[in-house]
């Protein structure tokens, strides 16, 4: 139980076009999934926070405009990176978390690898 | 501010010695502090985690202690083997802003 996937799991893109990744919880309900970016030999960095029905809430320096969070649904989240540069190439990993039974753990999807050239 | 330290950031160990990671946290709010190991390439992986209310937990060669005067946890692997080589991150879970902060992680290497 508590599987996340993460589609796709690596992409190539060309810089100026956007990006969309999905994040889905296959065997339960997510109260709430994160968005992490990790660049290489790095720890995960928290993007933002998505909650079901409401606006994403994002992390200091991390650009709204650019970064999109839709949660669509209790096991769909998806982020669109918009308008992707180089800079933005990194592995982008999404968490999602149960409810009060498992408070506080979460289960990562498998990353995706993103690189803009 | 939130914030996780973790050291050190590189561990080289003989196979069959004990490994020690130590991180300390900055809200004493934080009331769930679990442990990843991470593959190259792979998602992190959850090996143990400890709440607020527990000061050890071990299972198996792997334990976690809890020090909440202090705000200080730490991983305690013993016996190690070639196959726990990877990277470790601890985190803590704030439950005010409910999120995680990762420390910078350490990589581990266990020579056979």
């Known amino acids: 139980g508590a599987v996340v996937s993460q589609h796709p799991s690596r992409v190539i893109c060309k810089s100026g076009t956007s990006v969309k990744i999905e994040c889905r919880s296959l065997d339960f309900q997510a109260t709430t999934m994160f968005w992490y970016r990790q660049f290489p030999k790095q720890s995960l960095m928290l993007m933002a926070t998505?909650?079901?029905?409401?606006?994403?809430?994002?992390e200091q320096g991390v650009e709204k405009d650019k970064f999109l969070i839709n949660h669509a649904s209790l096991t769909l989240s998806t982020l669109t990176v918009t308008s992707a540069h180089p800079e933005d190439s990194s592995f982008y990993i999404c968490?999602?978390?149960?409810?009060?039974?498992?408070?506080?753990?979460?289960?990562f999807g498998p990353g995706t690898r993103l690189t803009v050239l | 501010g939130e914030n996780v330290e973790q050291h050190p950031s590189t561990l080289s160990v003989q196979e069959g010695d004990s490994a020690v990671i130590k991180c300390t946290y900055s809200?004493?709010?934080?009331?769930?502090f679990p442990w990843y190991k991470q593959e190259l390439g792979k998602r992190p992986q959850l090996i143990i985690d400890i709440r607020s209310n527990v000061g050890e937990k071990k299972d198996q060669r792997i334990a976690v202690t809890l020090n909440k005067t202090a705000k200080h946890f730490s991983l305690h692997i013993t016996e190690t083997q070639p196959e726990d080589s990877a990277v470790y991150f601890c985190a803590a879970f704030y439950s005010g802003t409910y999120k995680y902060i990762f420390g910078t992680g350490t990589r581990l290497k266990v020579l056979a």
């Open positions: 998505s909650n079901e029905g409401s606006k994403a809430t994002y």
């Open positions: 809200d004493s709010a934080s009331n769930y």
């Open positions: 968490s999602a978390v149960t409810g009060p039974a498992r408070k506080g753990e979460q289960f």
